[in-house]
Structure formats: C-alpha cells, structure tokens
C-alpha cells in the first residue's frame, strides 16, 4: 500500500478495495489503470468536500489539493466538452488555452446539472476518471508533474489520493502548460 504524505488526518485505504466510495464511472476507470492498488481513497464528510472547507478539516495541504472543472463551448453548433484538472492553488485559463484547445468562439464552466448528468458524478466530486471517453482531459503541466494530489472520487463523501503522473496517464490526457494560472 502507497504511503501518503499528502494525507493529513484521513484514513487512506487502497480505492479498488472501496468501490462503495466511488461513483460507479470512476470505480470502472480505476480497475483499468495499470497500477489500480496505487490509488488511494478516504472518506470524508460529505458537507466537506470543497476543496478549502476539505483541506481545513483534514489538514491537506491546499497545494496539494487538485480541482476538476467542466467547460463546454459551441462551434457550428456542435456542442464541445472538456474537463480541466488543475491545481486548487490556480484557475483553470477556460476564456485563453481552453476555449483555443477546443476550438470555440467562448468556452464556459458546463451548467452543474449538465455536468452531473454526463459525468454521472455528484457536483463536488467530479473528477478526470471515467469522463465520457470522447472528452478531452486537460491537465495543467503542474499537476502532471505532483508526487501526490487529491482529488474528487465521483462523489462528494470521499477524496481520491492519486500521482501526477496517473492523471498524466489517463486515456485522452493532454498535459498543458499554463493551464492554470
């Protein structure tokens, strides 16, 4: 089992041994990884899953601390997804690289109830594993490069404890510098 400095006061169990703490798309997607056992879960208390609230309470370090947002833009009327995973520290760049990386005249955070809809996760708790496959996962070139992040798990009662590079990883991937700013 992988040891994480990151950890704080949580309870870090292996996260293929607690699919009950994962939304069902997410646990999917980690028992697809090369190495699921090096992902780490823990529970949380629901009402304390945003990010400053969670690290406050459980003494994670914010810079630690990674976010995932959806952002959608149109073009010739064909809607466009992504999610952008950076760190909680940054803001992703959603009206500069994103809206450029997917090619729209104005790109903007998804409507919450479009987001959860088709992440098939809890606002809160959305995260990079088991996005729709077609979507673009845009990764800030610091996060790829973080020893130890959390992040959500799908829902809003646990965090995941993963490396940069898992998130680097992950299939549909893009590693971009200066993602978040």
Known sequence: MVRWSIAGSLTVEPAVEH??????????????????????????????????AFCEA????????????????????????????????????????VRRRLDVRKASFAPTDTAVELTRMEYGGITPLGLPA???????????????????????????????ATLASLPNAEVIEGLGR
């Open 134 to 164: 077609q979507w673009p996962v845009l990764v800030d070139a610091a996060v790829a490069a973080a020893p130890e992040l959390v992040i959500g798990s799908g829902v809003r009662g646990s965090k995941l404890l993963i490396t940069g």
């Open 58 to 97: 459980y003494g994670a370090a914010l810079t630690a601390s990674a976010n995932c947002v959806v952002v959608t833009g149109k073009r010739a009327g064909e809607e466009r997804f992504a999610a952008c995973l950076v760190l909680a520290t940054t803001r992703a760049d959603v009206n500069g690289v």
């Open 19 to 52: 699919p009950g703490l994962l939304a069902d798309p997410v646990a999917k997607a980690l028992a697809a990884l090369p190495d699921p056992a090096d992902v780490g879960v823990a529970a949380i208390d629901p009402d304390l899953a945003d990010t400053a």
